[in-house]
């Protein structure tokens, strides 16, 4: 039923850990509306471990879908996709990426 050597098992766990790891970032915020300063102290006394698991998880996920696309990549190949098209992809993630976290942020 479930396979714990699957690339796609490894991805799966990652992402929904790291998506706990969010949650619990923001506890302090909620925690801040509700008035519970002892909920606050602990959280923010826990925060800086959760970014560092948190960017753990995030490169660990990340290095899991690049196994991924080398398994899958002769069968990208002969659907039509060229080998070139992940590091353009990312290349274009990251031209793009930055433009637009400077528009957000004013």
Do not use: D
């Amino acid at each position: 039923m479930w396979n714990p050597h699957s690339v796609m098992f490894e991805v799966a766990w990652c992402v929904m850990l790291y998506t706990t790891v969010l949650s619990l970032e923001f506890l302090p915020i909620l925690f801040e509306r509700l008035g519970w300063q002892k909920a606050i102290k602990i959280s923010k006394a826990i925060t800086v471990p959760l970014v560092g698991i948190g960017f753990i998880l995030s490169t660990l996920h990340q290095s899991s879908l690049g196994s991924l696309y080398l398994i899958l990549r002769p069968s990208c190949i002969r659907c039509g996709i060229p080998p070139c098209c992940p590091p353009y992809s990312g290349s274009r993630r990251f031209q793009q990426g930055w433009p637009w976290s400077f528009l957000k942020a004013a």
